[in-house]
């Protein structure tokens, strides 16, 4: 079985930078694309961007572009998700993913596991 663990959320200013970190257990992590999704109170839940199982190619929202950042380290299992510039609508619980192929996607029903989230409150 997968299993994925979020962490680094916390409260920051708007302005702030922030890192999140996904770390993926189990054998296929190093084969499948990855994803990260946020989801703010009373909202659906929504596409942030998105990374090929190499980490050569990466796809984002247009709320992500030119401040969010996805990266990915195949040897320890990870994917990060950098935020700079944070703003308060960046609020949200922020969900990583692990798709159920090699390339990038917007679709969540492309993804076959989720974390369970880590909280991201920007405050103005």
């Known amino acids: 079985q997968v299993q994925l663990v979020e962490s680094g959320g916390g409260l920051v200013q708007a302005g702030d930078s922030l890192r999140l970190s996904c770390a993926a257990s189990?054998?296929?992590?190093?084969?499948?694309?990855m994803g990260w999704f946020r989801q703010a109170p009373g909202k659906e839940r929504e596409f942030v961007g998105s990374?090929?199982?190499?980490?050569?190619?990466?796809i984002y929202t247009d709320h992500a572009k030119g401040r969010f950042t996805i990266s990915r380290d195949n040897a320890k299992n990870t994917v990060y998700l950098q935020m700079n510039s944070l703003k308060p609508e960046d609020t949200a619980v922020y969900y990583c993913?692990?798709?159920?192929?090699?390339?990038?996607?917007?679709?969540?029903?492309?993804?076959?596991?989720w974390g369970q989230g880590t909280l991201v409150t920007v405050s103005s």
């Open positions: 189990g054998p296929t992590f190093s084969n499948r694309a």
């Open positions: 993913a692990q798709g159920v192929n090699m390339a990038t996607s917007t679709i969540v029903s492309r993804y076959a596991y």
């Open positions: 990374i090929n199982w190499t980490g050569d190619t990466t």
